[in-house]
């Protein structure tokens, strides 16, 4: 709903029209933002598939529309691959991925949270998704993402992002402390726990300097060029 809202903010729709009015723009334009995520996501998998070779070897993490796309195009053009899917605690999203993964044909390992420093040595290279994209070209995403690249950042192992434009903010964080705990925590534990320090976040911050590149639908960025993107988006 976030997302919708900030469409139509960015749309400069009015919302003074009354309710039944402004249930019909966001019903209307809330289908359109649909549409239009849908689109961004088939352009994405259209250009990041060329970027996964024959017999590469891939970690991934939690689950990613965008992502499951670019591999399912991949699959189709490309040839055969492998794929590393991180459970992604605490939900076990991974396990969702991995069984929409194996349903295309695509060859799957299902791998704890913990492994990645050991299987990162056999990964070609990472791709994840992710929910936001900050202005420093930093990323948030699920929890433990900063850890995947932070070990891929030691072993030398590129690190791509495949996200929709419509993620880009105007926010710039310089460590997970700087993201307010409304991101990092569910409402209702906000709302009933007091020591949010005894609490896992759900997202974390993973700095740009540990991502590669990012394909978008509107082009392929190095992390220092989302600045810049930024800047058409909100003008």
């Not at 490309?78 to 349903?103: I, K, R, W």
């Amino acid at each position: 709903m976030r997302k919708i809202l900030f469409y139509l903010n960015k749309k400069k729709f009015k919302f003074d029209s009354g309710m039944e009015k402004c249930k019909e723009i966001l019903l209307k334009n809330g289908q359109v933002f649909l549409s239009k995520a849908s689109k961004a996501r088939n352009k994405i998998a259209r250009m990041a598939c060329a970027w996964i070779p024959s017999g590469s070897n891939i970690l991934v993490h939690s689950k990613s529309r965008v992502v499951l796309e670019i591999l399912r195009e991949a699959s189709v053009k490309n040839g055969t691959f492998h794929t590393y899917v991180c459970q992604s605690a605490p939900d076990n999203s991974g396990m969702s991925m991995m069984e929409e993964l194996t349903n295309f044909g695509i060859k799957c390992t299902l791998i704890l949270d913990s492994a990645v420093g050991a299987v990162m040595e056999k990964v070609d290279f990472v791709l994840l998704g992710a929910e936001a994209v900050v202005e420093n070209g930093g990323i948030i995403n699920k929890i433990g993402t900063s850890t995947i690249g932070l070990c891929a950042k030691m072993l030398n192992k590129p690190v791509y992002v495949a996200v929709e434009s419509f993620k880009f903010v105007r926010f710039y964080p310089l460590n997970n402390r700087d993201i307010p705990d409304e991101y990092k925590y569910k409402y209702s534990t906000i709302s009933t726990v007091k020591d949010l320090e005894k609490e896992h976040p759900l997202i974390d911050y993973t700095q740009p300097s540990f991502l590669t590149l990012l394909f978008t639908d509107i082009g392929i960025f190095t992390p220092s060029a989302v600045s810049d993107e930024l800047v058409k988006l909100y003008l």
